[in-house]
C-alpha cells in the first residue's frame, strides 16, 4: 500500500473514530485535537512499513550469524525482555537479547524466522503474551495467543532448538504507571496514570500461565515459572520489584534470572 493510501486511511479513521452528534450544541467545546496531524500520519505510515519491525535487530542478526558458531540462547519476548540487561545478569553466557517493546505473540512469530531460528541457537526463551491480553494489536481470543506460541514452540523445535516457555510475569497496581509502549494511554488522552490490572486482569495471566506449562510438558518443552519468583500473597508482582507494576527492576531480574538459568541448563542437559 502507498504512503498516499496511508494517509488517507488515517484521515478516514479520524473521521469516522466519534460518532457525529445528530443535533447542534449549546456549547462548542470539542476534544483537543494534536497540534500535528500531517506529522503523526507520516510517522504512522512509516511505521507501518516495519509493524513487526523486522528492522530492530536486522543488521545486529546479519552481523551474528557471520560470527562463529556456538551454543548460544536466544531471548525473545517484549519489554520484560528487552530492557533485560543479560550481560549483567548472565556474565560471559553467550545469551542474546531478541525482545522488542510493546510486541505480541503475532509479532513475534514473524520475527521467529531472522531473529531466533536464522541465529542457529541451541535454545529459545520466549516469555510473550501480556501484550496480547492487553490488546496492543486489537482484541484476540486466548487460542489465538496459544497458537502463536505452538506455532513458535514447533517452528524451533523442527530446526532442533530447545525451547524454553516462561510463565507471564504478575502485575500489581501498588504503583500507578505512566503511559509508554506497553501501557498506552486511552484515544484523546493526554497521558493519564493507569493502573495494570484495568489492561491486565490478572485471572486472565494465570489462565494463560497455566496452559502454558501445560503445553510445555505436553511437547517437551521447558517451563520457567517467573510468576512464582516474583508474586506475592496478593497474586501480584511483588512491591518494590517494579516502578510501573508490569516491568521488573533491577531486583526482579535478579529473582528471575536464576529461574532462566536454571531452565536453560535443563533444556541443554
Known amino acids: 500500500m502507498s504512503r498516499f493510501l496511508l494517509l488517507i486511511s488515517f484521515f478516514s479513521l479520524l473521521l469516522v473514530a466519534v460518532p457525529a452528534k445528530a443535533q447542534l450544541v449549546d456549547e462548542f467545546n470539542p476534544q483537543k485535537s494534536n497540534c500535528c496531524l500531517a506529522g503523526m500520519a507520516k510517522s504512522l505510515a512509516d511505521q507501518l512499513q516495519d509493524w513487526n519491525q523486522l528492522g530492530r535487530y536486522h543488521a545486529a542478526d546479519e552481523n551474528l550469524k557471520k560470527q562463529p558458531a556456538e551454543p548460544r540462547v536466544v531471548f525473545m519476548g517484549d519489554s520484560i525482555t528487552d530492557m533485560w540487561k543479560l550481560d549483567q545478569s548472565f556474565p560471559s553466557r553467550p545469551y542474546v537479547n531478541r525482545g522488542i517493546s510493546g510486541q505480541t505473540t503475532a509479532q513475534m512469530l514473524v520475527r521467529i524466522y531472522p531473529d531466533v531460528i536464522d541465529l542457529k541457537p541451541a535454545a529459545v526463551v520466549i516469555l510473550a503474551g501480556t501484550n496480547d491480553i492487553a490488546r496492543n494489536t ?12 505452538m506455532a513458535m514452540t514447533e517452528l524451533a523445535q523442527k530446526h532442533g532448538i530447545k525451547v524454553i516457555l516462561c510463565s507471564l510475569t504478575p502485575i500489581s ?32 495471566i494465570l489462565e494463560l500461565n497455566t496452559w502454558i506449562k501445560k503445553y510445555a510438558a505436553g511437547v517437551g518443552a521447558v517451563y520457567a515459572d517467573y510468576f512464582s519468583a516474583v508474586v506475592d500473597g496478593n497474586g501480584m508482582l511483588k512491591d518494590g520489584l517494579s516502578g510501573d507494576g508490569l516491568h521488573p527492576n533491577k531486583q526482579g531480574y535478579a529473582l528471575m534470572a536464576p529461574v532462566a538459568q536454571a531452565a536453560i541448563e535443563n533444556a541443554l542437559k
Open 138 to 149: 486489537g482484541p484476540e481470543t486466548a487460542t489465538m495467543v496459544e497458537e502463536n506460541l
Open 173 to 204: 497496581d501498588y504503583a500507578e504507571a505512566p503511559p509508554n509502549a506497553d501501557n498506552p494511554p486511552p484515544p484523546g488522552a493526554p497521558g493519564p496514570k493507569l493502573v495494570q490490572s484495568a489492561r491486565r486482569p490478572p485471572a486472565q
